[in-house]
């Protein structure tokens, strides 16, 4: 009786294993295709660096060409380089797509529609109180206008969210001969550290992560 018996565990235990390892491969590779939208490990580092270099910037320097500069160079060179980051580093193994939940693809789209919302309002009163009579206001209304649409297409994360509407605000801002003070942005500061951890942390799971898929490889050879 007991001989039967385990004959028919390890029995079990051959058909569950092959299902076992079929369910985690899907599950690596979900979170393998994450890194594709809502994870960007050193991109958000960078996005972090970044927002913290402007909050400071802008807060302890002032406005002036210069800040300007810096804070425009600085926000579109995060914005290209964690797109650049994110295919070379964290899609060494393959193309892949991350799927929003319904619950996701909500919450950005609202989130966008309110960034929309608010420029659309930010344009016609700037426009209405004489603005573009100069030229910096045309920059201004530039960088504005160009919110929801990056909103859309590259910030994609709550982190992201909030350290790119600032960082797009402030190249508003300064372009247009302003600045935004310390005091009343340092909780950006916060976020920006945030996202830096939040970074780190994504991208050594990274590495473990393409480790343990290239072990399954192994396996399914």
């Given at each position: 009786?007991?001989?039967?018996n385990?004959a028919?565990?390890e029995?079990?235990?051959?058909?569950?294993?092959?299902?076992?390892?079929?369910?985690?491969?899907?599950?690596?590779?979900?979170e393998?295709?994450?890194?594709?939208?809502?994870?960007?490990?050193?991109?958000?580092?960078?996005?972090?660096?970044?927002?913290?270099?402007i909050?400071?910037?802008?807060?302890?320097v002032?406005?002036g060409?210069?800040?300007?500069?810096?804070t425009?160079?600085?926000?579109?060179?995060?914005?290209v380089?964690?797109?650049?980051?994110?295919?070379?580093?964290?899609?060494?193994?393959g193309?892949?797509?991350?799927?929003?939940?319904?619950r996701?693809?909500?919450?950005?789209?609202?989130?966008?529609?309110?960034?929309?919302?608010?420029?659309?309002?930010?344009?016609?009163?700037?426009?209405?109180?004489?603005?573009p009579t100069?030229?910096?206001?045309?920059?201004?209304?530039?960088?504005?206008?160009l919110?929801?649409?990056?909103?859309?297409?590259?910030?994609?994360?709550?982190?992201?969210?909030?350290?790119?509407?600032?960082?797009?605000?402030?190249?508003?801002?300064?372009?247009?001969?302003?600045?935004?003070?310390?005091l009343?942005?340092?909780?950006?500061?916060?976020?920006?550290?945030?996202?830096?951890y939040?970074g780190?942390?994504?991208?050594?799971?990274?590495g473990?992560?393409?480790?343990?898929l290239?072990?399954q490889r192994?396996?399914?050879?």
């Open positions: 009786m007991r001989v039967e385990v028919l565990t029995e079990v235990v051959m058909k569950d294993t092959p299902l076992r390892r079929t369910e985690e491969v899907q599950r690596l590779t979900q393998y295709a994450s890194y594709s939208q809502s994870r960007n490990g050193l991109g958000n580092v960078l996005g972090g660096v970044v927002g913290l270099i909050v400071l910037l802008n807060g302890l002032g406005p060409f210069w800040t300007a500069v810096l425009i160079g600085l926000t579109f060179g995060w914005l380089g964690k797109e650049i980051i994110r295919h070379r580093v964290y899609l060494s193994l193309m892949a797509r991350e799927l929003w939940s319904p996701e693809r909500k919450y950005h789209t609202w989130s966008v529609l309110f960034v929309a919302l608010i420029s659309i309002g930010v344009c016609v009163v700037f426009i209405l109180l004489g603005g100069k030229p910096q206001g045309w920059l201004y209304l530039f960088f504005v206008a919110m929801p649409w990056i909103s859309w297409r590259y910030l994609r994360t709550s982190n992201e969210f909030v350290v790119g509407v600032f960082l797009l605000c402030a190249c508003a801002v300064t372009s247009a001969g302003g600045s935004y003070g310390l009343g942005w340092w909780w950006v500061g916060l976020v920006a550290l945030l996202m830096v939040a780190i942390v994504e991208h050594r799971r990274y473990r992560l393409v480790a343990q290239q072990a192994m396996v399914d050879e």
